[in-house]
């Protein structure tokens, strides 16, 4: 009898964690809509056009009084989100950990962000500074409820679940991006067959995705739940938490070894994915309808990616896999050298390498990293991660935008990008992730 309510209990508990990472992989389902149709597609040149349309007769425009170039404004605003989400990060992950109520914070941060993607239906005319105001709060909502979506990973998957339940929540993500992609997509470029003009189909693609986030967070925040942690200090200003939370790290320092490789290797990945289209139109010459075409087949293929690699990592362990996905990087750049121009079969079997490698290389370093933080920090610490993904990707746009300055080739500037995945290869091989699981104080699996 004692035996059977055992097994009944064990049962029971599986059914609950289950229960709660499907609700979980739903967030992803609900915020990667904002980063594909939101940032990738639409709103940069939108918000762009806006800005020119407000501009004086230099080409300037004046937010506050300060004199920015309009074809500036998308990317200092952009700039402006991180500034604000680094700041907000720590603040509310240390919060998070010593409150333990996630779900509040997230639901807060989720729907603040979708309520500022869904006002940007209203970004008609010249209302370039809306827009600027918009998205920095989006934006910076985003990387904070990631940040806490994030943490909750180790929480609702134990170690030898935690590769495959990632590589779901990037899958479902990029799924949902594909799906609303195509929507979108109908819908701007058959605007006439809708009634609609062009700047309207921009404008409710963009309000589409807010709309579409807030109302799938509603399935995480009835399915997750919160967890009690042990009384901790209370929470510092947003620099100095930011501080504390680096002085914590450092009693780490395998943790932190991790962290480095992840932001070297994550910097070469965010500017492939920045910079690709570039390459496209301006070295190979290929039109917008070819380069919007290979962002969706990237959406689809990372799906399969994601999953696929979810199951190597079963197999090889998720640091050996990542590492093969670093050299399949690698040899995908060096074949983008080669591309010829005008050519865009050879452009989408170059966007189909990388998204079969992209979902999977974040997925697996999502997970990973969850196995390296101490337990009751798990919030705290996927801030630090949050801001490696997020606010530290620049030194590869500044090595593309060099390279192109001192060479005039395109060609070059792209596979000046490998050196991010040699480079960040060499310091994930040494880390010896065994011994800093056990140093963070956590079970170590058997395949990791």
């Known amino acids: 009898m004692g035996t059977d ?104 941060a989720a729907y603040v962000g979708a309520a500022a993607t869904t006002g940007m239906f209203f970004l008609g005319g010249d209302r370039y500074l809306l827009g600027g105001v918009l998205l920095i709060v989006a934006n910076a909502a985003q990387s904070v409820a990631m940040m806490l979506y994030n943490s909750y990973l180790p929480q609702i998957a134990p170690p030898e679940e935690r590769d495959a339940v990632s590589s779901r929540g990037w899958a479902f993500g990029y799924a949902a991006g594909s799906l609303v992609l ?130 190597l990592a079963r197999t090889y362990g998720a640091k050996r896999t990542i590492l093969g996905s670093l050299v399949a990087w690698t040899v995908t750049l060096g074949a983008g050298y080669f591309l010829p121009a005008g050519a865009p079969a050879g452009f989408f079997a170059l966007a189909a390498a990388i998204g079969l490698v992209l979902g999977g290389s974040q997925a697996l370093s999502r997970s990973l990293f969850s196995h390296l933080v101490p337990p009751g920090k798990e919030a705290e610490y996927f801030s630090a991660y949050e801001m490696s993904d997020r606010g530290m990707s620049w030194l590869g746009p500044l090595l593309f935008g060099i390279t192109y300055q001192l060479t005039g080739s395109y060609r070059d500037a792209i596979i000046s990008l490998v050196i991010f995945f040699v480079i960040g290869f060499a310091l994930l091989a040494r880390v010896p992730v065994r011994r800093a699981i056990g140093d963070a104080g956590n079970p170590v699996p058997e395949k990791i």
Request: hydrophobic share 50%; net charge positive; aromatic share 8%.
């Open 5 to 108: 309510t055992v097994r009944t209990a064990a049962a029971d508990e599986a059914a609950d964690r289950r229960r709660e990472q499907r609700g979980w992989y739903f967030y992803d389902w609900a915020c990667s809509v904002y980063s594909t149709s939101v940032l990738t597609v639409f709103l940069g040149p939108y918000l762009t056009s806006v800005a020119k349309a407000a501009a004086d007769a230099d080409g300037y425009v004046h937010p506050l009084g300060v004199p920015v170039r309009a074809g500036s404004f998308f990317a200092y605003s952009v700039s402006l989100s991180v500034i604000v989400a680094v700041l907000v990060m720590p603040l509310v992950g240390a919060a998070a950990d010593r409150t333990g109520r996630k779900k509040p914070l997230l639901g807060a």
């Open 182 to 311: 195509i929507a979108n997509l109908v819908l701007y470029l058959a605007h006439d067959s809708f009634g609609v003009s062009e700047t309207t189909a921009v404008r409710i693609c963009l309000a589409s995705a807010g709309l579409w986030w807030g109302a799938f967070t509603l399935v995480p925040l009835r399915r997750l739940r919160d967890r009690r942690s042990a009384p901790r200090e209370a929470t510092a200003p947003g620099l100095r938490q930011l501080a504390a939370t680096v002085r914590d790290m450092r009693r780490h320092p395998l943790t932190l070894s991790f962290l480095l490789a992840y932001l070297v290797y994550n910097d070469g990945i965010q500017t492939v994915i920045s910079q690709a289209s570039v390459y496209g139109s301006e070295e190979l010459g290929l039109g917008q309808s070819t380069l919007i075409g290979a962002v969706l087949l990237v959406q689809v293929l990372a799906v399969a990616g994601a999953l696929a690699m979810g199951r």
